[in-house]
């Protein structure tokens, strides 16, 4: 982490949170791997099906690096980046363990595969004091909700319940 205000870089590592997943990953490169080789006959298709769940499951061989900065909010695992530019964040929502910077102005079917999911690694207040920094003034948040869904029943992301995530004001944006 720097001690620059308006940055914040940090890595998560998933298989020390759940290491069954690792295994399960691993089990299924094996499993890929000797169906290529066993079905079709050559080692090429072993390499090409383990690496398809490698690059699948890669969060969880590799660690995960968070940065955010002045002009974006950026997840990196190997090659692979996910940045949005904080112009372009329309709506952010505090889950269980970590917080989806969303370009949406409402709930979306695609919110899944838009936007920036940081996850925590134990720096809650750290990711939410940068977050305060660098966000837009347009932007919604919106309250806490678990992976399952809401957590209260005033309608979670809609922000029924939520006066600021209503009123959109960016004074103070994730109280």
């Known amino acids: 982490m720097s001690g620059d205000p308006e940055l914040l870089e940090y890595s998560?590592?998933?298989?020390?949170?759940?290491?069954w997943r690792r295994s399960a990953a691993l089990s299924g490169m094996l499993i890929a791997g000797a169906?290529?080789?066993?079905?079709?006959?050559?080692?090429?298709f072993a390499l090409l099906g383990a690496l398809i769940v490698f690059v699948s499951t890669a969060e969880l061989f590799l660690p995960v690096k968070y940065r955010l900065d002045k002009t974006e909010?950026?997840?990196?695992?190997?090659?692979s980046v996910t940045a949005i530019k904080w112009t372009d964040v329309k709506r952010i929502v505090?889950?269980?363990?970590?917080?989806?910077?969303?370009?949406?102005d409402a709930p979306n079917r695609l919110d899944a595969f838009r936007g920036v999911f940081l996850r925590y690694a134990s720096n809650e207040d750290d990711v939410?004091?940068?977050?305060r920094v660098l966000w837009h003034d347009n932007a919604v948040t919106v309250g806490r909700e678990s992976e399952s869904g809401p957590e209260s029943g005033d309608g979670g992301e809609?922000?029924?319940?939520?006066?600021?995530?209503?009123?959109?004001?960016?004074s103070d944006p994730v109280s």
Not at 12 to 19: C, D, G, L, N, V
Not at 163 to 168: D, F, H, I, L, V
């Open 12 to 19: 998560f590592k998933a298989w020390e949170r759940q290491p």
């Open 94 to 104: 505090r889950v269980d363990d970590g917080v989806r910077l969303s370009p949406f």
């Open 35 to 44: 169906s290529g080789l066993l079905l079709l006959h050559h080692p090429v």
């Open 158 to 170: 809609s922000g029924a319940g939520d006066p600021q995530a209503r009123s959109g004001d960016p």
């Open 73 to 79: 909010a950026r997840q990196q695992v190997g090659f």
């Open 128 to 131: 939410w004091s940068t977050i």
